[in-house]
């Protein structure tokens, strides 16, 4: 396995990503808790020192452990990484005077050739991203420059003899597209072999889930979406019915929702779960509000109290399993350092484990969406299950723009349904990162048969996305926006108008509200 020494940068998690997808087992580990006796028992194969802000300059600058340079394996060191490893072994770093390089850079090739860039350099020089205010002046005994930009000089350093290598720009992100190839060739150096699974990403979790948790109980918030599922089912495997889960059913669930996920945890999993059926607490409480920040922080507030009483009900729980994946984390910290604009209050569950009392399993807070995804074969979940469009929180209520009436949310369920056959009949579903059905708080005059109709409209939403950050509205054609208005206003009675929503994100967001 291979180590990683994360000295604090935005992106060591998309390393490890880099590592993953060539099928290397790795971990993360932050620099101030590996010492001399944690890289013994951990014996890595390889280790990457990661970037990060500091400077080595400070006065309690990060550090590598002690004796990492004596392991006898590969290093690779990025950005900050590669910084701390000249200062260690001789070189020197320079601060500031304009050399401080964010962005596209282009790297030239020294003359002589370095394994760890086979590949690179094929059509003369290559692009790289750079983010670094501090720069290497004098490269360490032993190291020879392998690439060069305007403005580093020492791009690329490496000491082949030892297998050290260090590289000022960071190839774990998009914009350095050879970056890959980079990871690829480090650890064939090293002698991985890229067998590792998902399979044996699952052992792991289990293991560490088994250790961390030991005979005491687990209450887990399941929402029937895949990164709660996922998380459970994983859980479920690791220590059986220690764990219990808890179904909010807050009464803005899709047309059949509760029930499948009643269905597939309880019966096909046969797993302890509590089906909360609130949805009179809720839609009482909505009523009368439209307000959409009133709308959510009502239902954020309201699915505490019932998850906390009960899980309360299930007595003497000390641990809160949460689905919380890397964009999570990532997301929940300020880099910028000053406030940002609250677009929408998410609902999450944030404060409750301090409230409770409750220590926290996070079992997939290592990976994204599409590993998520991949355990959940991993561990059996369907693929119908798996591939399910993201959905939020506060579910149909910010469907419902406006005010929220039992009327309105059972004529939103049965036209969503609609307008999703649609999209699996044509094979679309796969495409779209969400597609959903929004009731709009105005009637329009039609005509239906001979008779004048005073109905609902209803929008159509489908987008495009990688993230959920930006979107592209999706370009359904003409022939399936027809057939799709028509169906919705032949089968559910209470529309007579359907839109297509056109707008992509910004300046629109996903939801309506
Ligand atoms: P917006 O509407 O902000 O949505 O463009 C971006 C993505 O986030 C989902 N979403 C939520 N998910 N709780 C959630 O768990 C929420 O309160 C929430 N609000 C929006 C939305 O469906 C889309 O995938």
Same mark, same amino acid.
């Given at each position: ?66 004796? *990492? ?235 505490i109290d019932v998850f906390q009483k009960h899980a309360t ?36 569950v944030?404060?409750l484990?301090?409230k409770m ?14 590993? *998520? ?141």
């Open positions: 396995r291979l180590l990683i020494i994360d000295f604090g940068s935005q992106v060591t998690q998309l390393i490890a990503r880099r590592l993953r997808e060539l099928n290397v087992y790795c971990e993360i580990h932050p620099y101030n808790r590996v010492d001399e006796a944690f890289l013994r028992a951990f014996a890595p194969k390889a280790v990457i020192f990661s970037g990060g802000p500091a400077s080595v300059y400070w006065q309690d600058a990060p550090m590598p452990p002690k004796g *990492v340079f004596e392991l006898g394996v590969p290093i690779l060191g990025i950005c900050y990484g590669q910084q701390v490893m000249m200062h260690c072994l001789g070189g020197h770093v320079e601060g500031g005077h304009g050399t401080a390089e964010f962005g596209r850079a282009f790297v030239t090739p020294a003359a002589e050739r370095l394994p760890l860039l086979e590949g690179w350099f094929e059509g003369g020089t290559e692009q790289v991203w750079m983010s670094h205010g501090d720069h290497v002046s004098k490269i360490a005994p032993g190291f020879r420059v392998y690439g060069t930009s305007p403005n580093a000089p020492f791009a690329i350093t490496a000491d082949p003899e030892r297998h050290f290598y260090a590289v000022q720009f960071h190839p774990e992100v998009h914009h350095t597209p050879k970056g890959a190839k980079l990871y690829e060739n480090f650890v064939r150096l090293a002698g991985f072999k890229g067998d590792w699974t998902m399979g044996a990403y699952r052992e792991e979790a289990i293991r560490k889930i088994r250790e961390q948790v030991g005979d005491a109980k687990v209450i887990c918030g399941l929402s029937g979406g895949v990164d709660s599922s996922v998380a459970a089912v994983l859980i479920h495997e690791a220590i059986g019915d220690q764990l219990t889960c808890v179904f909010v059913d807050h009464g803005l669930l899709r047309l059949g929702e509760a029930e499948q996920v009643v269905t597939m945890f309880r019966d096909h999993y046969n797993m302890p779960l509590i089906h909360a059926d609130e949805s009179d607490l809720f839609l009482g409480a909505l009523e009368g509000v439209s307000d959409p920040e009133v709308k959510r922080k009502t239902i954020g507030r309201l699915f009900e299930v007595g003497g729980a000390q641990f809160l399993a949460q689905g919380t994946l890397y964009p999570d984390v990532i997301e929940s910290v300020s880099f910028s350092g000053g406030p940002s604009v609250t677009i929408k209050s998410h609902h999450n944030g404060g484990p301090e009392g409750l220590k926290l399993v996070e079992p997939l807070r290592e990976l994204f969406k599409d590993e *998520v995804r991949a355990l959940g074969r991993e561990l059996g979940l369907p693929q119908s299950f798996i591939g399910r469009h993201p959905f939020p929180g506060p579910g149909l209520a910010i469907r419902c723009p406006g005010e929220i009436t039992r009327e309105k949310l059972d004529i939103l369920r049965r036209a969503d349904a609609v307008y999703i056959d649609q999209i699996r009949r044509h094979g679309l579903y796969d495409e779209i990162w969400q597609a959903f059905a929004a009731i709009l708080p105005m009637r329009t005059v039609g005509v239906m048969g001979d008779g004048r109709t005073y109905d609902y409209a209803l929008a159509l939403r489908a987008v495009t996305s990688v993230d959920g950050m930006t979107a592209d509205y999706y370009p359904f054609t003409h022939d399936f926006l027809g057939e799709t208005a028509t169906r919705i206003i032949n089968e559910v009675k209470g529309i007579n108008r359907v839109f297509y929503d056109c707008t992509s994100k910004p300046p629109g967001t996903i939801e309506l509200e």
